[in-house]
């Protein structure tokens, strides 16, 4: 009983730490605002030209296939639910897939083969000439990721990139008529919060596009 009453007073925060801990939020809120804001300029235009690339492949009759790790395999996913289900209008469901969701598939790659090639594998398998890969990596040098970009130009598939860090190697693999969508911060916080509005600008745009203005 004394050793609990010990470990439960020594988390009391003060006003000190509460007052510390809330700068900490403000902070942490001011810094995604001018992430955001420094973002705008740079990636309005590029944003744009990823939507127009989606919607021409999805009119198309192609697919939008999405990878990458941790924070970023939960972008892709989040991503095609909102393609494959809904956004925030009512609209037939659109062509999506995460690469990043089928544990056996990803497991047995990486268990026979190596780790960089669960997501190539899967495009080698399913991309086809005209889809799009989308293409997620906070530092823009995720090995995996990587991998998928190179099978992605051998099988014709258009590569939208989503990096910060001034894009890392992927920068350097994309080609004409790829779209890269570059986060102009160095932190990994601020890169993916910005990751998320970009997703959510791409899900608007590709309805706009597809639905037309709301009646």
């Known amino acids: ?67 990458g790790n941790g924070g970023s395999a939960a972008d892709s996913q989040h991503f095609a639910a909102e393609l494959l289900n809904r956004f925030e209008r009512e609209r037939a469901p ?21 780790y960089e090639e669960v997501f190539s594998k899967q495009v080698r398998a399913l991309g086809k000439k005209g889809d799009v890969l989308l293409a997620i990596s906070t530092s823009g040098n995720s090995p995996n990721v990587m991998e998928a970009i190179k099978v992605a130009h051998e099988a014709g598939v258009t590569v939208v990139a989503l990096t910060g860090k001034a894009g890392g190697k992927i920068a350097g693999m994309l080609r004409a008529g790829d779209v890269h969508l570059c986060v102009p911060a160095d932190r990994t916080a601020r890169i993916q919060e910005v990751h998320l509005l970009t997703l959510h600008c791409l899900c608007d745009g590709i309805d706009h596009l597809i639905l037309g203005e709301p009646s």
Do not use: W
């Open 94 to 114: 659109l062509a999506a897939i995460a690469l990043t969701t089928d544990t056996s598939t990803l497991t047995s790659i990486a268990n026979d083969y190596r």
């Open 1 to 67: 009983m004394c050793h609990g009453r010990k470990l439960k007073s020594a988390i009391v925060l003060n006003d000190i730490d509460i007052m510390s801990i809330e700068q900490r939020i403000r902070q942490q809120f001011e810094d995604s605002i001018k992430t955001k804001q420094a973002s705008t300029s740079a990636m309005a235009e590029p944003i744009s030209r990823g939507i127009d690339v989606m919607v021409s492949s999805l009119r198309a009759g192609g697919k939008i296939m999405a990878c």
